[in-house]
């Protein structure tokens, strides 16, 4: 018979005290503590950029109110301010850099992670991501000294001359313009597309590429119907990544989109964009109401995006709901 120690033949001996983890030590909760504040200063630092953005425009909304983001006078003198021209521009703009970025940022990801030898991936990849860090200034400086000539030499005529018969390629060539704005952005957007579309891509199991491929599939075609729509709600937050880029871009397109208060239907016109607007005339500003004007123009670029971004989470989620590493991604 094993012999019982005293603890065990006595009933009412009390067990053994468990360390509890709701309590845990001194330190503990000083570090609870300050999670949860640096958590609650988001929200926090978010409410008070509104309120600030608010107070500085309210003299402008008091006097212009909705029709501020309706109509196109910019005009300091008079104090009439009308902000259409910039936010069309902002969106123009942002658009045609993702028209040229998206596709060639999927396409480099692709290539990278189901058709490029290892050699390779990592440097390429690495060289790729280094454009993220390069200054926006230093872009709009190689623009300016470098793209817009080639453009308005080589490219701006050729699409002239290939797709003169669209409004969006009519009209003189002047070389800084919305389309030069939106190449130096969609150049800026890519390393964020791309690198977030290569995560994403290779994240998904090689389950599925076995799968296509038992089937009979090519390579391509098991990247297209399997590879890429079981990582689509990856890819559109790669998109709206560099969109949330392309919307609040100042320095580059400044110096790049010719800062013309006006809408105009050729993409070879100079534009303007809200960024860009607060960068050229707030420390020039000497009305209050050319001030709150600018701050206006502030809390409608802070609205936009707000907007966008909330619409494209809205898209990801249902894009996502079923899908695979789309929702466990984001």
């Given amino acids: 018979m094993t012999a019982l120690s005293e603890r065990e033949l006595t009933p009412d001996a009390a067990a053994p005290a468990k360390p509890s983890l709701e309590r845990g030590s001194y330190s503990d909760q000083i570090f609870k503590g300050l999670l949860t504040l640096a958590a609650l200063a988001i929200p926090l630092l978010l409410c008070f950029l509104v309120y600030e953005l608010w107070s500085g425009a309210r003299l402008a909304i008091g006097k212009f109110g909705f029709d501020f983001v309706t109509t196109s006078t ?11 021209p910039l936010i069309f521009g902002t969106l123009i703009s942002s658009l045609v850099a993702l028209v040229i970025a998206v596709p060639l940022s999927l396409g480099v990801a692709i290539y990278l992670t189901e058709f490029a030898p290892k050699a390779i991936r990592q440097p390429v990849a690495f060289l790729l991501s280094l454009l993220a860090a390069i200054p926006s200034v230093v872009y709009g400086l190689w623009g300016i000294f470098v793209l817009i000539p080639i453009l308005r030499k080589s490219v701006f005529p050729l699409l002239r001359d290939v797709f003169g018969f669209l409004p969006l390629f009519q009209g003189a060539i002047y070389g800084p313009s919305m389309l030069a704005a939106g190449i130096i952005l969609s150049i800026m957007v890519m390393p964020y597309v791309m690198s977030v579309s290569r995560e994403v891509l290779m994240a998904v199991p090689n389950t599925q590429r076995e799968a296509s491929l038992a089937l009979g599939a090519t390579r391509w075609e098991a990247v297209i119907t399997t590879v890429v729509p079981y990582a689509r709600s990856g890819i559109i937050g790669a998109v709206i990544l560099g969109l949330g880029r392309a919307l609040g871009e100042t320095m580059a397109v400044t ?5 013309r208060h006006e809408i105009a239907a050729s993409l070879f016109a100079p534009g303007y964009t809200m960024a860009a607007a607060i960068a050229n005339e707030f420390s020039e500003a000497v009305g209050d109401m ?27 989620w249902r894009v996502a709901r079923g899908s695979g590493i789309g929702s466990k991604a984001l």
């Fill in 74 to 84: 910019w005009d300091p003198v008079t104090e009439e301010f009308g902000a259409f």
């Fill in 290 to 316: 050319h001030l709150s004007a600018l701050a206006y123009v502030a809390f409608v670029l802070f609205v936009v995006t707000v907007v966008v971004n909330a619409g494209a989470r809205l898209l990801i």
């Fill in 255 to 259: 110096m790049l989109i010719g800062n």
